[in-house]
Each structure stands twice: as structure tokens, then as C-alpha cells.
């Protein structure tokens, strides 16, 4: 069946270090690709996506691109601040409605 | 205002309780799911709805019921509280019409069985 696994965390960085959290899954067929940030006390919101192979999905300076020949959609950014303190996860759809979830990496960012 | 809502946000219970959940959205959405969070296990479904007179278990529905009142309602019922349903709850909601079906969540409610 469909899964994904995602670096455990805690992850702690320096304010503008770079930033990678490994994603890969295992999807019959054409998964799309996400990732999802949940910051303190909130609930999940999307960050960024990619439905097809070789695409690149950013936002707030994050990056992941799906990679179809590893299975993976690393996340990365260049230089993280200390707001980008969050639990991320990558999840996978793979044509149903059904998310699959990976078990989220904390990423603590100190000033 | 927030798209979608849940109350209580936190709840702390005993076992043998009945619990209900309850979560609104105004994004006029049709899909409507249940998940819960524990650590070092991600998001797990508990149930779905994909409109008001369809109700589908998810992978842990054990222990649980749901009523989808409205297209905006959908409630999650603890029968009888165990102390491992201590976790948080979320609801998310997505649009029949997106290929991707991404989907937007609620704040959480933090359910406490002692």
C-alpha cells in the first residue's frame, strides 16, 4: 500500500542555517505530493504541492520537488528564521481523496 | 473568521463518557473528514463524509460515530471515553471539484481521557 516516511525529528537549527527534511514515499500509480506545516496551538495548513514528476512546488521560501526515479519530495529552504519553528509533514494523495500522512519532524529554529 | 471551526477547542473527560466533537465550515465545502494526531504516528482517519447522507469509516473508526447534520456540520461522538482516545482531534475539509484535493483544517480539539 501507499506510505510515506519523513526524517524523525526534533530538528534544531541556527536562524538562517539551510533547512532539509527527507520525504519519500511508496504510491501505485501518480501520487501528488505535499507538504503541510502545523505552527504551535494551530492546525495543519498547506505549504506547498506538486502533482506531477520534476515539478517544483515553493512558498515563504520553502522548496520540495518531486522526484518520480528516488520517490522523494525533500523539503528545503535557504535560510530558516525562527517563525519557521513547526511541525512538517509530507503527505501523498494518490488518485482518491485519501491523504497519507508521514509522522512529522519538528523543527525548532534558535535566534 | 475562521474557515472551519471546532469546540471545545480543549476537553478534559473520564472513562465511560460520552463525548461529542463538533466542527462547522464555512468554505462550502462537500468532503468532510475526521483525523486524530498522536506523537510519532502523524494523522490518522477516523471517518469521512463526502455529503450530508454519506458516511465512510476511515482506518481507526473503532470507538467512534459521526453525523453529518448539514453540508457545513460535521460531529465526532466518543461513546464511551477510553484513556487511549487521549489525543488531538482535527477536521479538515476539501472541494469535490479540486484534482488534488487539498484539504484545510481546523485548529484541533485537545481531548484528555483520564
Known amino acids: 500500500g501507499n506510505s510515506v516516511t519523513q526524517m524523525e525529528g526534533p530538528v534544531t537549527l541556527s536562524e538562517e542555517a539551510f533547512l532539509t527534511i527527507n520525504c519519500t514515499y511508496t504510491a501505485t500509480g501518480y501520487p501528488s505530493l505535499f507538504w503541510y506545516v502545523q505552527y504551535p496551538g494551530e492546525g495543519l495548513q498547506l505549504l506547498l504541492k506538486?502533482?506531477?514528476?520534476?515539478d517544483k512546488g515553493s512558498n515563504k521560501g520553502f522548496e520540495a520537488t518531486y522526484r518520480k526515479e528516488t520517490t522523494s519530495f525533500h523539503l528545503e529552504k535557504g535560510s530558516v528564521q525562527v517563525s519557521d519553528s513547526a511541525v512538517y509533514f509530507c503527505?501523498?494523495?494518490?488518485?482518491?481523496?485519501?491523504?497519507?500522512f508521514g509522522t512529522g519532524t519538528r523543527l525548532k529554529v534558535l535566534a | 473568521d475562521a474557515d472551519v471551526t471546532q469546540t471545545p477547542r480543549n476537553r478534559i473527560t473520564k472513562t465511560g463518557k460520552r463525548i461529542m466533537l463538533e466542527c462547522s465550515q464555512t468554505?462550502?465545502?462537500?468532503?468532510m473528514y475526521w483525523y486524530r494526531q498522536d506523537p510519532g504516528l502523524g494523522l490518522r482517519l477516523i471517518y469521512y463524509s463526502f455529503d450530508v447522507k454519506d458516511i465512510n469509516k476511515g482506518e481507526i473508526s473503532d470507538g467512534y460515530s459521526v453525523s453529518r447534520q448539514a453540508q457545513a456540520k460535521f460531529s465526532l461522538s466518543l461513546e464511551s471515553a477510553i484513556p487511549n482516545q487521549t489525543a488531538l482531534y482535527f477536521c479538515a475539509t476539501s472541494d469535490l471539484g479540486t484534482r488534488d484535493n487539498e484539504q484545510f483544517f481546523g485548529p484541533g480539539t485537545r481531548l484528555t481521557v483520564l
Open positions: 506538486a502533482t506531477k514528476a520534476d
Open positions: 468554505k462550502g465545502h462537500d468532503r
Open positions: 503527505a501523498l494523495t494518490s488518485g482518491t481523496y485519501k491523504y497519507i
